[in-house]
Nanobody, 114 residues
Framework: QVQLVESGGGLVQAGGSLRLSCAAS????????MGWYRQAPGKQRDLVAQ???????YYADFVKGRFTISRDDAKNTVYLQMNSLTPEDTAVYYC????????WGQGTQVTVSS
């Protein structure tokens, strides 16, 4: 059974940066497109960024130019570097596969103060 563990969230002021990490146990990221998602209170979970097995990336318009997704398959870890954060980025952030999703992890809370 796969367990996804997200970390790196916290409280940051607007304009600040955070780096999120997502590690998996029980299965490998290798060869699988992976994504970061976020869910704000009362809203649906949205895809923020995704990365293919070959490193091709895609970003939602609302984070383009500010966030960078990367992966280290040797460490079975996916990262999300978040810069120029705004209060609108406040949400719980999750990682998962793009297709054939595993069970969701607990996520990591990101709170951006104005």
């Amino acid at each position: 059974q796969v367990q996804l563990v997200e970390s790196g969230g916290g409280l940051v002021q607007a304009g600040g940066s955070l780096r999120l990490s997502c590690a998996a146990s029980g299965n490998s990221f290798s060869g699988k497109p992976m994504g970061w998602y976020r869910q704000a209170p009362g809203k649906q979970r949205d895809l923020v960024a995704q990365i293919s097995s070959g490193g091709t990336t895609y970003y939602a318009d609302f984070v383009k130019g500010r966030f960078t997704i990367s992966r280290d398959d040797a460490k079975n870890t996916v990262y999300l570097q978040m810069n120029s954060l705004t209060p609108e980025d406040t949400a719980v952030y999750y990682c998962n596969r793009i297709w054939m999703k595993w069970s969701w992890g607990q996520g990591t809370q990101v709170t951006v103060s104005s």
